[in-house]
């Protein structure tokens, strides 16, 4: 194998820029999980589903994995705190901040752009991620609003084009 640099590799992903959502589920034994995710995507329209990649040292994999129900929130443009508070491993992520619950009973992270709660679909090996694939059973949209954006390791907003 030729030697790779992992963080040149890293860099040249972030050129991509994605938005944010933050994932979270029912978490039977203690608070509901939350993990900031950018690897977000459209799968399929009919069935509908959605995918996103989680780590597997992720401490809310395993609950994210037995879970009935999980949910995907888009983030909008002003809720960079929302990403960097659940960005991080474990801790009290949910200090001073109450999550609501969506039509499936799912715990919500933030009033964002978007809401899709879905019901497990397939996970697939994805390296050191797995591949979570979710069927959408439920989801809300806001009729305004901007994204945050994710681009080269730091958050952008869109910029209109003149
Ligand atoms: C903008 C942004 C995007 C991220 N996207 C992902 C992602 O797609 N998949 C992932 O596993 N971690 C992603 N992370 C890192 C997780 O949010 C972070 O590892 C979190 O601590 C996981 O929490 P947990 O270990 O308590 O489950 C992202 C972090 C940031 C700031």
Redesign the pocket.
């Known amino acids: 194998m030729t030697m790779f640099d992992q963080r040149a590799f890293r860099s040249a992903l972030g050129c991509f820029p ?1 938005g ?1 959502t933050i994932v979270t589920a029912p978490n039977p034994g203690g608070d509901p ?1 939350a ?6 995507n459209a799968v399929s329209l009919d069935p509908p589903l959605v995918l ?4 597997r ?5 395993p609950v994210l994995l037995e879970a009935s129900h999980f949910a995907v929130s888009v983030l909008r443009g002003d809720q960079t705190e929302i ?2 508070r ?6 009290a ?1 949910w200090a001073g901040l109450e999550p609501r619950f969506g039509a499936t009973g799912c715990p919500l992270a933030s009033q964002g752009l978007a809401t899709f709660e879905c019901e497990p679909h397939a996970v697939h090996d994805g390296g050191d ?1 797995l591949i979570i694939i979710g069927r959408v059973v439920s989801f809300e949209v806001e009729a305004d609003g901007e994204p945050l954006i ?1 681009f080269r390791g730091g ?1 952008h907003s869109i910029a209109a084009r003149a």
């Open positions: 994605t944010v999980i993990m900031t995710v950018s690897s977000f996103f990649s989680v780590k040292s992720a401490f809310s994999l990403s960097a659940f960005a991080h491993a474990q801790g992520k991620h994710f958050y």
